[in-house]
């Protein structure tokens, strides 16, 4: 049959590819439920819980003293939306659709568009559930006061970055030792729960209990998060540049890895999964 022959120039190209990710993105995020408005709920319900269970656990262990000066809410805020953030980052990335996927056979897509649209989706869920919870306690708690709002939105994208880094890598293994990957990924979520430094600030540990934290990205990203959030307190023990750097590391070795694993792929891999 007859066809018409269409150049595809730098620009369409682009374009195309960009359509591709918001459509693949959209599908990403509507896959957990049919109604985005209600899976948007369940994600800010699980915020709200998580920011309950600490405030509540706080006040009874009598902690709230050690905390930074000043608002104890948004302090729970800025290590609980980072924490979240992160972890989900993380499960999107894994749980992407691989090069077996049944998805792949339609083209033009690829296994970087799938990894694309569950990285984006997890920030787009993310980012609005921070919106709805801030605004909610700024209108119907107390007024929200952030010293620096870019530092912290930066802080925030970088552990978004880095969950996409660690996701990458996970995600690169699971074909090959998928039991290991899914036990791997399970304790760096449980232990994201103590070593993220959420419930405490790098300032306020002992020397000898610095080394215990500071290989974890997600705990410099909090630490600076809160230097930038609050007036009073400047982060001596923690840098933004070491998770920027170990992420881009990550990101470089997962996808070479995911590009090896693509090249070798099978359906057989997906069987009984």
Known sequence: MFRVERRQTALTSAFTLVELIFHATVRQSRKGHGNALLALGINVLQTVIFLAAFFILFSLLGMRG?????????????????????????????????????MMKHAPMNTAVAIAAAALSALYLQTLSLAVVLFAVHVAWHPVYISDPTGSAMMFMLAWFSGIGIGLILLAIKPW????????????????????????????????????????????????????????????????????????????IGLMAEFYTKRHASLSWNAGR
């Open 66 to 102: 050690s905390a930074i000066r000043g608002d104890f809410l948004l302090y729970l805020m800025s290590g609980i939306f980072l924490f979240l953030t992160h972890i989900k980052t993380i499960g999107a990335v894994f749980g992407a659709e691989g090069p077996a996927s049944p």
């Open 177 to 252: 030792f998928p039991n290991f990957a899914q036990i791997a990924n399970t304790i760096y979520s449980r232990a994201n729960m103590v070593f993220s430094g959420k419930m405490f600030v790098a300032n306020s540990l002992p020397g000898a209990w610095l080394s215990y934290f500071s290989w974890n990205p997600l705990f410099h990203t909090i630490d600076q998060s809160r230097g930038f959030t609050f007036v009073n307190y400047n982060p001596h023990y923690t840098s933004w540049t070491y998770p920027l750097i170990l992420s881009l590391i990550l990101i470089l």
